[in-house]
């Protein structure tokens, strides 16, 4: 199970470097930059899929999404001086929580069956 989580984390660093190369592309004007958001994205994806062999997609997308808002709000606010006030950060406190209860609430149901033993290809 433990690796699933690491793969889901290794795709919400690569969500969140290629959101950031986006913003960084200025509209797709910069080769460098869109590359970098092409191979991001592609790299986000595919930890996304293999993660998904073993993670419930509610859980697993709640994390992916509000870690990924949450860390891009962030960036954005330190390098391009983004707005981050008291009304952004109960944004992502609210955001949090949300993903707090979602994966709270991914217990096994009777007779659902347990997909923690898939192993991702190649991994």
Known sequence: MRKYYLLLAASIVC???GTSMLKAS???TEPVLTALFVVGYLACFTFLTFALKG???GAAYGIWSGVGVAAVSIIG???WHDPFNAVVLLGIALVIVGVVLLETSTGKEPGCKDKTDAEPMGL
């Open 15 to 17: 969500e969140v470097f």
């Open 55 to 57: 993670l419930p997609l």
């Open 26 to 28: 200025n509209g797709f």
């Open 77 to 79: 606010a330190v390098v």
